[in-house]
């Protein structure tokens, strides 16, 4: 066995992975209909065949109807993805390779002429200066309906074998909140207080 740390196992929560060499979360775009197919499935185990330990998939997949990919990602909040993703998470381990996804709610980083045609939501009212739309200011409906759209789709990800999840939060509706500058809101998830935006 090597001496170089890099090639030591390392243990992460309840994976030991075989080096500590990984891929983090990107998209590659290669998603169909929102699905992670044959060649998104392809793409991944050959990382897995080269020897790393840990293969991040989706940047990010998308957990909800109103937060609609802007680069082709997985659409996490359709039942259907999971024997997707079991095809995914079979091609990866079967190479000695775990594997994870990064899920997310985009809020105001997407628009609404996208997927379902939705209106974006977000803890602000401005226009997002990235991809210019005017997002609905959330309510408190909005807020509880997506923490079960982050919990289903982390079921779904388990359903389909995945390793673990990573939520992505930078610029994101998570982020949204966080932030007095782009928290409108008022009362317990509002701007006014860090435990509020924190909530």
């Known amino acids: 066995m090597s001496k170089d740390p890099l090639l030591q196992p390392y243990q992460l929560k309840h994976l030991t992975l075989k080096n500590r060499i990984m891929t983090t979360s990107h998209e590659p775009a290669y998603p169909e209909d929102g699905m992670p197919k044959d060649r998104y499935r392809a793409y991944h185990a050959e990382r897995a065949k080269a020897g790393v330990a840990l293969t991040m998939t989706a940047g990010s997949a998308a957990v909800s109807k109103d937060s609609p990919p802007v680069f082709n990602n997985i659409l996490a909040y359709k039942d259907e993805v999971v024997p997707w993703i079991q095809n995914l998470t079979d091609g990866v381990h079967e190479h000695g390779c775990a594997v994870m996804i990064q899920l997310t709610h985009l ?10 045609w939705l209106p974006s939501v977000s803890s602000s009212k401005h ?66 207080t860090l435990e509020n935006r924190m909530r």
């Open 107 to 116: 809020g105001r980083r997407t628009n609404w002429n996208k997927g379902d």
């Open 127 to 192: 226009r997002e200066p990235a991809h210019r739309g005017f997002p609905k200011l959330i309510e408190d409906w909005d807020i509880e309906r997506i923490i079960e759209d982050f919990a289903d789709a982390a079921e779904r990800m388990q359903a389909g074998g995945m390793d673990g999840i990573e939520l992505q939060v930078y610029g994101h509706l998570l982020d949204q909140f966080w932030s007095p500058l782009t928290n409108d809101l008022v009362g317990p998830y509002g701007a006014d």
